[in-house]
């Protein structure tokens, strides 16, 4: 019976007073400090540590916390109370692959923060206080493929933010408060960027420098923005891309130009819904001849224009989504100045415009985000 219980204390220890060994895991809850001596040593053979603090009292993280965690594959601090990341928290990990620290009010981080991480693949540090990123924060990261920085108070992020990330094949800066942004100037590899998430910011013009060598870019959601403006040529740095996300934007035309002249020869899904449009030219879906499915309700369609723009989805086998709740009649799908009027005129009507959008804001209704995914 002693044989079991000395085993029993061995795999399942108390570290500290707030912190618990169980085989090759570390659980700490309610700490308020964290150090290097916290663990005592024994982190040889951990695999994974969790440190949450649900009574949100401030949790300090002090230098080299983790300096003894060569084993560590995976580091979990959510709804902690961190103020600040002091230069060298996190280094020399040579195992780790995870680093989840969201939910936990971080406004700071001191360079480098994150340093000699060789295995390192993902960060996790959505849902903090973050208003800048200063240069040099991450440093030799030759694997990063997934940062997330969503759900922070990023205004903009400066030239070389995110240097020294040869592989990051994944950005999250939704839900932020960016106003601009040239992308290549924040990455030092933009080449190898396939995701980029820029949904729920205030962007307000797209700038044809804005996705500048974003060559290998598959994935863009621009959603949920200001955006009233994109340049012309401003889709010739993203030849590969497959989903254009534009929807609930101020757009009042997208004339094709802003695509290449030799067309976009990958894009299958285009979210257009919910903005200002009330006619596309001709020559936009000529420059999207792979095109398989398009969100177009909630703009204030020219209704002759918009039978011209069904017949090309048609001739075209082009699907439509997320026009459910217009189709059933519980919101006009389109205007007109003239009844008598069957040809579209390409010309924006503010008064008509504006008449369909405040309807729709003093009656709004709620589209499942399963009807617009397409």
Request: hydrophobic share 35%; charged share 20%; glycine share 4%.
């Amino acid at each position: 019976m002693w044989l079991q219980i000395l085993f029993f204390v061995l795999l399942h220890g108390k570290i500290s007073c707030d912190c618990i060994k169980k085989i090759n895991k570390i659980f700490c809850n309610e700490t308020t400090f964290v150090s290097g001596d916290i663990f005592n040593g024994t982190l040889d053979n951990i695999n994974y540590i969790e440190i949450i603090n649900r009574s949100r009292k401030p949790l300090t993280i002090t230098k080299d916390s983790f300096k003894n965690g060569t084993d560590l594959k995976t580091i979990l601090m959510k709804e902690n109370k961190i103020r600040k990341l002091y230069a060298y928290t996190f280094r020399d990990l040579r195992n780790l692959e995870s680093l989840y620290l969201y939910l936990n009010d971080i406004s700071d981080m001191y360079p480098p923060t994150f340093v000699n991480l060789s295995s390192l693949k993902t960060i996790y540090l959505n849902e903090n206080k973050l208003s800048f990123i200063r240069e040099g924060t991450f440093e030799d990261l030759p694997n990063l493929s997934q940062l997330d920085l969503s759900h922070n108070q990023l205004t903009e992020l400066g030239d070389k933010a995110l240097n020294n990330l040869p592989n990051l094949t994944k950005l999250k800066l939704n839900n932020n408060k960016i106003r601009a942004i040239f992308v290549h100037k924040i990455l030092s590899h933009p080449k190898k960027l396939k995701i980029l998430w820029l949904h729920n910011n205030t962007l307000t013009v797209l700038s044809n420098f804005a996705l500048e060598n974003l060559s290998n870019l598959k994935i863009l959601n621009l959603g949920f923005n200001n955006i009233s403006t994109i340049e012309e040529g401003t889709f010739n740095q993203t030849p590969q891309l497959n989903v254009l996300v534009l929807t609930h934007n101020k757009l009042k035309e997208i004339s094709g130009n802003e695509f290449p002249r030799r067309g976009m020869d990958f894009l299958e899904r285009l979210y257009i819904d919910h903005n200002y449009l009330m006619y596309l030219q001709s020559k936009f879906f000529i420059r999207l001849s792979s095109l398989k499915s398009v969100t177009l309700m909630g703009n204030p369609w020219f209704c002759p224009c918009l039978e011209d723009i069904y017949k090309t989805l048609r001739d075209n086998d082009i699907k439509e989504k997320c026009q459910q709740r217009y189709m059933t009649g519980e919101r006009p799908i389109c205007v007109n100045d003239n009844v008598e009027n069957k040809v579209c005129t390409f010309h924006y009507d503010p008064i008509l415009s504006r008449k369909y959008i405040n309807y729709f804001i003093h009656f709004p209704i709620v589209i499942p985000i399963s009807e617009c995914l397409i």
